[in-house]
């Protein structure tokens, strides 16, 4: 009879360990390059909220708001080495888990978000599935917004024109770092994104003069006040997703994963709504106090050619693999 009880006991703590629930408790910790107090941590601070509610006090989610664990390469970093378990990024983060992923940045090839949104629905099975090879794990969706070049001193109406003036491409970029090769400026300069303000800022010899940015992050990241002029041409636009590393994810009990996965997915959504109409706004408002930069139609053809040279030379120097590049570009027409 004792050996009947122990052999019990035993299964059913098994079984109690087997089907482990949230309301174990567990914290898990996110980056990100946005201040708390942004549009961005706003709907992260609801993320969290969301999350704990649901899951009765079982799952925490822990942020490090405005950069606190370094950039997004030192982010994705901290993420491989379990440091951090996940965060929110754009496709400069999402790029250093699987470098093709920029195909759904390639410039001139979305010129509205319903044009992104078609493409991101037709290859979504794809990029979950290539992330999830890389170990990690995408739970949602966010945009950046819709880039616009804007310069101090002189308006940027040519590709050529950037030449002339002091640009530079965030560190870990390669699509941006492709465009200023492809335009032909000299050693393009790489800067992280704590140190562009700085660099905006400096009115010294060679300092940076021309961002190439969506107007949500120009204004909250106070990189505006810095120019004056605006392109109504859209120059690019910015993805962004969600992402924890897949086997701290797989780890976690079966209610917490499915909280974390309703839950990220929503807020994937309300971030596309709510980011959309805020990058909108600030687009408007910049217009309001900048010199606003209207392009003729000889001069936007200028810039299709070179934005095609080069989605072009993104491909057949393999930042964007074969089979992705042409995925993307037959899901656009």
Do not use: C
């Amino acid at each position: 009879m004792f050996r009947k009880l122990f052999v019990l006991v035993a299964v059913l703590a098994a079984t109690l360990g087997a089907a482990r629930t949230a309301s174990a408790g567990e914290e898990v910790k996110l980056g990100t390059l946005a201040p708390a107090d942004s549009a961005w941590g706003k709907v992260f601070k609801a993320w969290s909220k969301a999350v704990e509610e649901e899951s009765n006090g079982g799952v925490k989610l822990t942020w490090y708001f405005n950069g606190t664990q370094g950039d997004e390469i030192a982010m994705v970093g901290k993420m491989r080495s379990k440091q951090i378990d996940g965060g929110a990024f754009t496709a400069t983060g999402l790029s250093q888990i699987y470098p093709h992923i920029i195909a759904l940045q390639m410039p001139g090839l979305f010129p509205n978000w319903a044009k992104l949104d078609a493409v991101r629905e037709k290859t979504r099975g794809r990029f979950e599935k290539d992330f999830e090879a890389q170990g990690f794990r995408i739970l949602g969706t966010g945009d950046v917004g819709i880039a616009h070049i804007m310069s101090r001193g002189a308006p940027v109406r040519s590709p050529d024109d950037l030449k002339k003036m002091h640009p530079f491409y965030i560190a870990g970029d390669s699509l941006g770092q492709k465009v200023l090769e492809t335009v032909g400026v000299a050693s393009p300069r790489a800067l992280g994104v704590p140190a562009i303000l700085p660099a905006l800022s400096s009115r010294s010899e060679g300092a940076v003069d021309v961002i190439n940015s969506p107007s949500i992050a120009a204004e909250q990241l106070q990189w505006g006040p810095h120019v004056d002029h605006i392109n109504t041409m859209p120059s690019g636009i910015g993805i962004g997703a969600l992402v924890m590393n897949k086997e701290r994810f797989d780890k976690l009990p079966a209610d917490a994963k499915a909280v974390l996965e309703r839950t990220g997915k929503n807020t994937g959504q309300l971030l596309t709504q709510r980011i959309r109409g805020i990058d909108e706004a600030a687009f408007n408002r910049l217009k309001a106090n900048k010199t606003v930069v209207e392009l003729n139609d000889q001069e936007k053809a200028v810039w299709a050619e070179t934005f095609k040279k080069v989605r072009n030379a993104l491909k057949a120097e393999g930042k964007i693999k074969a089979e992705v590049f042409d995925e993307v570009i037959a899901a656009a027409q």
